[in-house]
């Protein structure tokens, strides 16, 4: 049989089988598949990801684009008109419909790309054995027979056949619906025995709660039980959020009332002013094609998707969009200690030992460093107590030390690293590791019970036990002390003393401890961790803030954002640490043993007040979340293992971290850090603020460019003046202007000033008072532009077509000149900076210069809009009318930041 037969006709039947014959037949050998053997298993069983759910296909989303509430209006105009003969406005509404739906198309394209971009970038990871070493890669790229490392807050990559297990719990709720974790096993199961009782395997799409295992890949991709119900799992939700939904209601309420306003029009304008029906029905499609917001929702979209787009290229990768909103009105941020406010380089400083303690030098990863005493130099091998802790610092470790183009890395936990650093300090260290002391078991480190044990047999065949972990865990094993001469009853409080001296000058602290005992088994048990234990040494370990952090921090004060540290370390270290960073400065830190003792109210009164929490677990984080939430805070928080789950999703902006976080804490966070560095929050908060501003800037443009062509109609009409625009001349400007123009302030970078800006409230409505006087300005000022000109000319006795010519280039011109206007809400714009400063704003005004152009002189145009040439003195006089409402716009900017009535609106529009 072939191993492909093999593979075939066993599928349904791994869990029956003993591991080692899994092994077998999938012909993996200790060491994993050789690089060659995956390339050749890659192309016959094809990468392991389950086919994505079907996208619409470009035809249907085009389609789609004419499924809109103005478009149908403009169709049954155009047919309306070819009924009349009008072909020269069939022919108008008909390119404008055509236009109005490929832009929608091209922008919507635009969005989806963008945040398919974003999608790729959340592919999960797979940590395997290949050619007997271990290495992450995708999870797409795994076969069958490789063998897979899983960890707690993993999602498992693939079908395994598990090959070892420790304490492994598995949450299957995505398969079988069972949302209590299962536990798991090697044993083999029977042939028949349902999914959820095939406790030997770990199917792909669950989560791993606990524990660690190595299993080998039986099936991927569509082949596994998850692919066979081909459900997926992650991925970014659709592209709308709450603010977009409220502004697509509010759209079409105002298409709505445009509708109804055109229709009395109507009625008005045929029944009192005796206009020809036939006319006063095109100035009426005119009318509200040229008033109804149609760009509104896709620019939106287009908006959103390109703030995603830039905190994606900022490191920040949003994974749920309305998330984007909510970064804007961050009051809080909870942001952990380790990574992301510090480098997580992590050095030991100090080590207390056999009554001494010792200063170690040296920097970074590099194994090179003096030991002192009081300043003085010493020979490490004099010291007994200090090789027997650096032995206990090197066993009981996960991590490597790696030299590489000279120079040092490390693999794994940079704490545990860093002990490895300091082994390679001293001459013991070459005896020291498990080549002379091989592991017989281990229980890894997991934040909750901060501690790792390990279990050895030395050369005499002896059993040892090694632990380190933070001191109090450890304190609390502890019966011995190894001091100078042998070993002595632990004296606690001493030891408890050093602790805080040592975390008051934020260092990180590690206790090392062994036990020598003849256990039943290889196995470690919790029993054997409970008393017994002889203290070698306590470690001081410096981790530097990140200075980009310290940064980021007192921006986060400016723009009125508190910033809280939640770490697993000493309240001292963290309190050192919050000191350097600006966190807390002056207030107490507490701890989670603190507020496990406050019931609900009493931590409501100390979340606002304490900005540090020391030696928090996750059900403190979440605690913490819902306290500050209960007094109206918008809260953002970040997490890492599987447990922070529950507080991420909790928070109104959950953040992971993309390289130590888990896929668990990935799929619950709103957006992962790819870099899990807090300066990277707080650029996203920027760009929340940003797109906000975009959004409201782009309102503020539309609307009064809208109701300026619909008032100019409206006044000729009640005034009973001569139509300073045709329907099919308004229609022209609609083409021309509404989706290009606006576009462009959707590439807008943050304002300088934008976090020196209180948070805005959330759900604090889009038109204030503020914006409702806005448009209504701009929709007169451009009103009286271009009706003022148009009444001009015809009073000095120019024809009705060049002044409607005029009219038709003083309103464009006037749209282009307020969109300079509109880059910023209330800060000048008469500055390079302001002039110039988005390209894309002078690209859209040169796309439009040439068609206007064209409109204006070219015979074909003329003969279809009844455009004629304007004179330079003409185009000067439409300048002008452009200029009025510019200088008119920026001058009440001005006004309004002079006078008291900036301090009238709220703070977070200043
Ligand atoms: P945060 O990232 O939330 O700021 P942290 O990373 O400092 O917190 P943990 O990693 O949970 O917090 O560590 C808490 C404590 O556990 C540390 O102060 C240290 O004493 C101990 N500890 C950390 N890493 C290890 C490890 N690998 N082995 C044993 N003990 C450890």
Not at 602 to 614: G, H, K, N, P, T
Not at 880 to 886: H, P, S, Y
């Amino acid at each position: 049989m072939t191993e492909n037969q093999i593979i075939g006709s066993r599928q349904e039947y791994w869990h029956s089988l003993a591991h080692e014959d899994v092994l077998r037949a999938l012909r993996t050998e200790p060491g994993g598949l050789a690089d060659s053997e995956v390339r050749v298993r890659m192309a016959q069983y094809g990468p392991n990801r389950l086919t994505p759910p079907k996208c619409r296909s470009p035809l249907q989303r085009l389609l789609m684009q004419f499924h809109n509430i103005l478009l149908y209006v403009m169709l049954g105009a155009a047919a309306i008109t070819a009924f009349l003969h009008h072909w020269v406005d069939t022919g108008v509404l008909l390119a404008a419909v055509v236009i109005n739906a490929i832009i929608g198309f091209i922008q919507e394209g635009k969005a989806e790309a963008a945040l398919d971009a974003i999608r790729a970038m959340l592919s999960p990871h797979a940590t395997v054995i290949r050619a007997g070493s271990r290495r992450e890669i995708d999870a797409t790229d795994l076969v069958p027979g490789d063998l897979v490392f899983l960890v707690s807050g993993d999602r498992v990559p693939a079908d395994l056949r598990l090959v070892s297990v420790k304490d492994l719990r598995v949450e299957e709720a995505a398969l079988t619906g069972e949302s209590m974790p299962v536990e798991k096993s090697i044993d083999t199961v029977s042939a028949d025995a349902p999914l959820g009782d095939r406790y030997d395997m770990a199917y792909s799409g669950t989560l791993v709660v606990y524990g660690q295992a190595t299993g080998v890949v039986v099936a991927t991709g569509a082949a596994t039980e998850l692919g066979k119900i081909n459900e997926m799992l992650t991925g970014i939700q659709s592209l709308t959020t709450p603010l977009l939904r409220q502004i697509d209601r509010f759209g079409r309420v105002l298409a709505l009332a445009i509708l109804g306003m055109s229709a009395a029009t109507f009625v008005l304008g045929t029944m009192w002013r005796d206009h020809e029906p036939a006319e006063m029905f095109m100035m009426v499609v005119a009318l509200a094609a040229s008033a109804i917001p149609e760009g509104l929702p896709a620019i939106m979209t287009v908006t959103l998707a390109l703030g995603v787009q830039r905190m994606a290229r900022r490191r920040a990768i949003i994974r749920h969009l309305p998330a984007v909103e909510a970064l804007g009105s961050v009051t809080v941020i909870c942001s952990d200690k380790t990574g992301t406010l510090t480098r997580n380089e992590m050095t030991v400083q100090r080590v207390v030992c056999g009554g001494h303690v010792f200063d170690v030098g040296g920097v970074g990863y590099a194994p090179v460093g003096d030991f002192s005493i009081d300043g003085r130099i010493i020979d490490t091998e004099h010291y007994p107590a200090l090789a027997m802790a650096i032995r206990a610092g090197v066993l009981c470790n996960d991590a490597r030390l790696r030299q590489e183009d000279n120079s040092w890395h490390v693999e794994g936990d940079p704490t545990e690293g860093a002990l490895l650093v300091l082994g390679g300090k001293t001459r013991f260290w070459q005896h020291a590791g498990e080549t002379a002391w091989p592991r017989l078991d281990s229980i890894p480190f997991e934040s909750q019970h901060r501690f790792m044990a390990t279990h050895h047999r030395d050369s005499d065949g002896d059993s040892w036990f090694f632990v380190k972990g933070a001191p109090e865990r450890i304190l609390d094993m502890c019966s011995f002390q190894l001091s100078r001469d042998g070993e002595h009853p632990v004296d606690v409080d001493t030891w408890r003393r050093m602790a805080t001296d040592t975390a008051a000058q934020g260092l990180r602290l590690l206790a090392l401890a062994c036990k020598r005992a003849t256990p039943e088994g290889e196995r470690l048990s919790l029993s054997d961790l409970e008393d017994g234990y002889t203290l070698l040494a306590l470690v001081g370990i410096i981790d530097l803030p990140r200075k980009e952090a310290i940064r980021a921090v007192a921006e986060c004060h400016h723009a009125g954002i508190r910033v809280k540290m939640i770490t697993g370390d000493h309240a001292e270290t963290a309190r050192a640490i919050g000191a350097q960073l600006a966190i807390g400065v002056g207030k107490p830190a507490i701890t989670g043993a603190e507020v496990a003792l406050m019931d609900d109210a009493a931590l409501r009164r100390v979340a606002m007040e304490v900005d540090v929490f020391a030696r928090a677990s996750p059900e403190h984080k979440l605690r913490l979340v819902q306290a500050l939430q209960a007094h109206g805070q918008v809260v953002a928080m970040t997490g890492d293992g599987v447990n922070d789950a529950p507080a991420l999703k909790c928070a109104d902006v959950g953040v992971a971290m993309g390289m130590k976080g888990t896929e668990a804490a990935k799929e619950a966070a709103d957006m992962v850090l790819a870099d899990d560095n807090f300066a990277t929050i707080a650029s996203a908060v920027r760009e929340g603020r940003a797109v906000y501003d975009n959004l409201k800037k782009f309102i503020l443009f539309m609307l009064p460019t809208n109701g300026g062509e619909a008032l100019v109609v409206i006044a000729a009409i009640l005034f009973e003046l001569a139509l300073p625009l045709t329907p099919a001349q308004v229609l022209w400007i609609n083409m021309v202007t509404s989706s290009t123009l606006g576009l462009a302030l959707a590439f807008e970078p943050a304002e300088h000033g934008i976090m020196n800006r209180r948070p805005r409230p959330p759900g604090e409505a889009l038109l204030s008072g503020f914006f409702v006087w806005r448009v209504l300005m701009v929709s007169v000022l451009m009103m009286t532009g271009a009706l003022g000109l148009f009444l001009w000319e015809l009073e000095i006795g120019t024809s009705i077509e060049t002044a409607r010519t005029m009219a038709v280039n003083a309103v464009v011109v006037a749209e282009m000149f307020y969109l300079v206007n509109s880059r910023y809400i209330l800060a000048s714009v008469v500055n390079l900076e302001g002039l110039t400063g988005n390209r894309y704003i002078l690209l859209a005004i040169a796309a439009c210069i040439p068609l206007q152009l064209a409109y204006t002189h070219t015979p074909m145009m003329q003969s279809i809009f009844d455009s004629t040439d304007l004179s330079l003195l003409e185009w000067a006089k439409v300048l002008g009318a452009g200029l009025l409402v510019f200088c008119v716009a920026e001058l009440e900017k001005f006004v309004i930041r002079q006078t008291r009535l900036a301090s009238r609106l709220a703070p977070h529009e200043q």
